[in-house]
């Protein structure tokens, strides 16, 4: 996280661009309203506000699996409702979408298949993708449950295959919903450093859901704090000498 | 008392006495529909006359070989050559295929039929095909087989394999709406198609309701599939038709015997098969004990 690399990748094309935009389920009654968010490659943004004010919705919007009220959401060049093609976007969601009678592999399969397997019909399984699954499982600690059916498995290891599996996928866009959620200390270092080498050896951006603020803080770039239905652009300490504005 | 208090002290007694309504109504129906009641008084003689004179006791014989063709099978295992070994078995062989070929056809028309895949006029065209296939039953489908491709266990396969798509599918797409939204949802964000969503992440995760509802419908299939032979549609309901015919009451009884107990074991094995794909599975195995006594009956 040098001052130099990010300089040159702020002039790339943002990830993510958000402008004017107004997200929530119900025309009437939007939840949050967002002026301008844009991420660039090989950025970490957190974002942190009280329970229910409606950061799970703005992953959700970005997903493409809400529509916006109004504004343009705009990921790798797809503008809603178009979205950016197979592979691309990457998500952890809060309640993690595992199949739970199916093996640890099977699940991080199916975000290795998105990520390695242009086709849309693919069913077997490339080498590629066999070969990123296994390096994804290993990099969480989980490489002894290979087999193992996601329901004998515990909450923060559930967490873990939900992680692995969007690591698999090596997209351009993470997205991750408290997904250090129910981890100890060392199971958390260990997950957040193999996520942010990944971020930033390969330009893509983590956009992360985390409640703590002072872990926020500490992971991420930039801060987005919602509140009052407004994201707050906040920077971080670490960064704030040098992007004073 | 004031008139909203009298009128809901009425509500009350009516919804109460809704349920008792409903017997007496019933009563009043049945009774428009007897023209005499004086019928049911012989009945009961009637009835003893029939099994002691025509029923029993149940003539065996239906499970010694026939006289021709010649049995070929050893002397031990000669019930092999005997009708009711022969029907019996034409009518599992078709409650199998059936059952396997109405679960590759209806897999596919059930993954369109689903709500939550689908937008809602490929789901609701879908829910029509399945609809039209259930809405008659297999010994309405058997007979319009035979008058199409004649008599024999093709048409009693065409017939059922047509009511499993209907029915399979039904139960298929309703588990299919049952299940979690949240792996759609990762998948959807993934980019996956909805062909690799379908293999990847429906089935898998609907897979244990998928083949517990297979093997329910085995069961159905048997079942049903004795009554289909009347119509020609093959299987032991052929040579129960056969004997009817002939007035042969004690050999039909021998056939509804066999037909008891193997629907019985059917029902066992099917319910011992299920309880592997119906809970979490985290659960101890059932035992025998389990199948035989009611749920209910058992401790938690
Ligand atoms: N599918 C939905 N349909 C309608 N309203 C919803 C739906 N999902 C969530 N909401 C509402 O939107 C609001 C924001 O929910 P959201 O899940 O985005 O909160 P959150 O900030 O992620 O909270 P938490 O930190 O507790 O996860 C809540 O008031 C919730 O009731
Ligand atoms: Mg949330």
């Known amino acids: 996280m040098t001052g130099d690399s990010k300089e040159i990748e702020v002039y790339r094309n943002p990830i993510v661009r958000l402008l004017d935009v107004e997200i929530g389920y119900k025309k009437t009654e939007p939840l949050v309203k967002i002026p301008n968010l844009e991420i660039f490659p090989g950025e970490i943004v957190a974002i942190a506000g009280p329970s229910g004010v409606g950061k799970t919705t703005l992953l959700r919007t970005i997903a493409g699996l809400v529509r916006p009220i109004s504004g343009s959401v705009e990921v790798c060049g797809a503008v809603s409702p178009s979205k950016p093609s197979k592979g691309i976007l990457g998500y952890v969601p809060q309640r993690l979408g595992l199949i739970r009678h199916t093996s640890v592999m099977h699940n991080v399969m199916i975000g290795a298949n998105a990520g390695h397997n242009k086709s849309l019909w693919s069913i077997l399984p490339s080498s590629l993708a066999k070969k990123y699954a296994s390096e994804a499982i290993n990099s ?40 250090l959620s129910e981890l100890d200390e060392d199971t958390m270092d260990m997950v957040l450093t193999a996520v942010t080498q ?46 004073k504005i | 008392m004031k008139f909203n208090e009298i009128l809901s002290i009425r509500g009350n007694f009516l919804i109460k006495a809704t349920p008792f309504l409903i017997f007496i109504s019933s009563i009043v129906v049945f009774n428009g529909m007897v023209d005499d009641w004086g ?6 003689d009637n009835l003893f006359v029939f099994i002691r004179e025509s029923l029993w006791p149940p003539d065996w014989s239906v499970i010694e070989p026939q006289a021709y063709p010649i049995c070929t099978a050893y002397p031990l295992i000669d019930f092999t050559c005997s009708t009711a070994w022969i029907g019996l078995l034409e009518t599992l062989k078709i409650a199998f295929v059936s059952t396997v070929f109405g679960m590759i056809l209806s897999l596919p028309i059930s993954l369109l039929a689903a709500r939550n895949l689908n937008p809602w006029w490929l789901s609701y065209s879908s829910r029509f095909i399945l609809a039209a296939f259930r809405s008659l039953p297999s010994i309405i489908w058997a007979i319009f087989f035979v008058i199409l491709v004649g ?15 209907g029915y399979l599918g039904k139960l298929q797409y309703e588990a299919i709406e049952g299940m979690n939204k949240t792996p759609l949802y990762a998948a959807e964000a993934m980019g996956l198609s909805r062909f690799e969503t379908a293999f990847q992440v429906v089935i898998p995760e609907s897979a244990n309701d998928l083949i517990s509802q297979a093997i329910f419908m085995f069961e159905y299939n048997f079942r049903h599939g004795t009554v289909i032979g009347i119509v020609g549609a093959g299987g032991i309901g052929y040579y129960i038709n056969l004997y009817l015919k002939f007035l042969q009451y004690d050999k039909v009884i021998a056939y509804l015997i066999i037909i008891f107990i193997v629907v019985l074991l059917i029902d066992m094995i099917s319910i011992f098969a299920r309880s592997f794909f119906t809970e979490e599975g985290d659960m101890p195995k059932p035992s025998w004990f389990h199948v035989i006594l009611p749920a209910s009956m058992i401790k938690k």
Do not use: C, W
């Not at chain 1, 600690?141 to 923060?156: C, M, N, Q, Y």
């Not at chain 1, 559930?158 to 866009?173: D, N």
């Open chain 2, 151 to 165: 008599f024999g266990p093709l048409s009693g396969v065409l017939a059922m394999t047509v009511y499993t798509i």
């Open chain 1, 198 to 243: 990944y971020v930033r050896q390969s330009g893509a951006a983590l956009l992360v859901v985390e409640h703590d603020v002072s872990r926020a803080k500490s992971m991420a770039d930039r801060l987005l704090v919602i509140d009052d239905g407004r994201v707050n652009p906040f920077i971080t300490e670490a960064t704030a000498m040098e992007v």
């Open chain 1, 140 to 179: 969480m600690g989980l490489s002894d449950k290979l087999r193992e059916p996601i329901r004998r498995l515990s909450g923060g290891q559930q967490r873990r295959v939900a992680t692995a599996r969007t690591l698999a996928q090596r997209p351009s866009l993470i997205m991750a919903d408290e997904f």
């Open chain 2, 39 to 44: 019928r049911l008084s012989g009945s009961i």
